[in-house]
């Protein structure tokens, strides 16, 4: 049986995230993303699937899905974040029976546009509560909800290891400078996505007060450094929300709500009462 991770989208959140809920259900199987300029390395039971870049409109893209699913004999098809794929594919095809919606944030206004169709799924799994137009428009399609907990907590005291400066966490180094401390004089480490050489010169001129850390993933890191910059995505911010040193900055996104995810703080990455969680490490729930 295999399990197809659809997470198309840029940058490497969705592929962060991916490899996050696959490691909690204790999955292997293929992850699907937007095409990255650099793969960042993969755990072995993870292979890497990136929509090829001819895949520029709706037919194109379905079109590729639907071999993808025929070739790899899916079986199990998880959704990250758009519900019906990142331009409205999923309701041009045929899926798995066996289909699963991990839902976050979405800006639903902008991402409804053009939105003929949105399968059903057989269950969700939330690890974000949804806004009221996204939970309105979704609530007959989600199938048996779960709450998917990826709140990340801070380590013991007692093994915490404290580096000094500030550690900035941002794919993007064309948007640095939003994220960069007033004080540019103390240590700044960036872990940021695999830059090409020419990326790095770049960087390097433009930053050099600046060094440069490779890590993929970046959960976990974070809690070693006194002060933390990242963006409002969701995945930092569930992962660093109760880092004492952090500071989020929202950036605009066309199809995320930034503002909206850090004014409602560790309230919108708690479940609603009476949702159950989802049980860590039971791959095989998902497949009933």
């Known amino acids: 049986m295999t399990i197809l991770y659809y997470a198309p989208g840029g940058g490497l959140g969705h592929l962060s995230r991916a490899l996050k809920v696959m490691r909690y259900i204790g999955a292997s199987g293929i992850v699907v993303t937007s095409p990255l300029t650099l793969t960042p390395p993969l755990p072995d039971h ?5 929509i090829e870049d001819n895949c520029t409109d709706l ?3 379905a079109g590729w899905l ?17 519900p019906a794929g990142i331009m409205g594919e999923l309701g041009h095809i045929s899926l798995p029976a066996n289909r699963v919606y991990v839902s976050r944030l979405l800006n639903w206004q902008v991402y409804q546009r053009g939105i003929n169709a949105i399968p059903s799924y057989r269950q969700t799994w939330y690890c ?5 137009d ?10 048996v909800r779960y709450w998917l907990p990826l709140l990340g907590t801070p380590p013991e005291a ?11 966490i941002h794919s993007d180094i064309g948007e640095l400078a939003e994220l960069m401390p007033s004080n540019t004089d103390i240590p700044i480490t960036l ?14 001129q433009q930053w050099p007060q600046v060094t440069l850390k490779h890590q993929f993933p970046a959960y976990a890191i974070g809690w070693q450094y006194q002060q933390l910059r990242c963006a409002g995505g969701f995945n930092l911010v569930s992962e660093y929300l109760q880092h004492p040193g952090v500071k989020f900055t929202p950036l605009a996104r066309t199809l995320d709500l930034q ?7 560790i309230r919108g990455m708690l479940p609603p009462s009476g949702m159950p969680l989802l049980a860590a490490g039971q791959q095989s729930e998902h497949d009933k």
Do not use: C, M
């Open 59 to 61: 037919g194109s893209l």
């Open 66 to 82: 639907t071999k993808v699913l025929r070739n790899y004999a899916v079986s199990s098809l998880i959704v990250d974040s758009f």
């Open 191 to 204: 872990i940021t996505a695999p830059l090409t050489d020419i990326e790095q010169q770049r960087l390097q």
């Open 134 to 143: 996204q939970e309105f428009a979704l609530a007959h399609l989600t199938g």
């Open 46 to 50: 993870i292979q890497h699937l990136p």
């Open 128 to 132: 974000e509560w949804p806004a009221e």
């Open 259 to 265: 503002q909206l995810r850090l004014s409602r703080g």
């Open 158 to 168: 007692s093994t915490a290891v404290t580096e000094p400066g500030v550690l900035i």
